[in-house]
């Protein structure tokens, strides 16, 4: 059984996914905690399904080491197979990546390594392309730049503002983390022979 830890910022909608196909006793992983960088709100689905949280505001550190340091503590208290970015908003410093890569893995909604960064859908809007999509990466000391897991496409409408196309494509993120996270915890993806 992979035990995962998953890292969120935000409603948490990727991370209700993964709980609920976890649920599931054939689907081969566990999340055994959630973590986030402030009292976000989807630390909820994982009160609602009795996994334990935890809170690490970069507010509270004078460096982003010490932060990133207190965090990873957290993270390996659960001693995890896995750790899942799932709308983590934050760059992790490479102190935490290094100690964790290549099981850490973050979804992030261009097609890599197209738009990468915090504003990927605006970014693809903006550039007027007629599709984007999710990418599944192992997180490395850049910027969205590890290698590739997983990818699916989302066609760009002509009528498509940020926050339509957005809904769009976590749609499909939702669907396509579930199913790597699955793979992983099958052994069809080797996360380490990734990584060169």
């Not at 909608?13 to 649920?23: G, H, P, R, W």
């Not at 055994?32 to 509270?60: I, K, W, Y």
């Not at 909604?109 to 738009?115: E, M, Y």
């Not at 960064?117 to 590890?146: C, F, N, P, S």
Request: charged share 20%.
């Amino acid at each position: 059984m992979l035990s995962i830890v998953v890292l969120i910022s935000g409603s948490g909608s990727n991370l209700k996914s993964l709980l609920e196909a976890t649920e599931n006793p054939l689907f081969g992983a566990k999340i055994v905690a959630v973590g986030s960088d402030n009292a976000a709100d989807g630390l909820a689905h994982a009160e609602r399904f009795g996994v334990p949280t935890f809170v690490v505001s970069p507010g509270s550190f004078d460096t982003r080491e010490n932060w990133a340091n207190v965090l990873l503590a957290n993270v390996n208290h659960f001693r995890p197979d896995l750790v899942v970015l799932a709308g983590f908003m934050k760059i992790l410093p490479a102190n935490f990546v290094s100690a964790l890569t290549p099981n850490l893995i973050n979804t992030h909604p261009s097609l890599l390594p197209a738009f990468p960064g915090a504003h990927a859908v605006r970014d693809a809007l903006d550039a007027k392309v007629t599709e984007t999509g999710v990418t599944i990466h192992v997180v490395d000391e850049g910027v969205d730049t590890g290698p590739h897991i997983a990818s699916a496409t989302v066609p760009v409408l002509a009528d498509d503002n940020e926050h339509d196309l957005h809904e769009r494509i976590k749609v499909v993120e939702r669907e396509l983390l579930v199913a790597t996270v699955k793979d992983i915890a099958a052994k069809k993806i080797h996360l380490p022979s990734l990584v060169k």
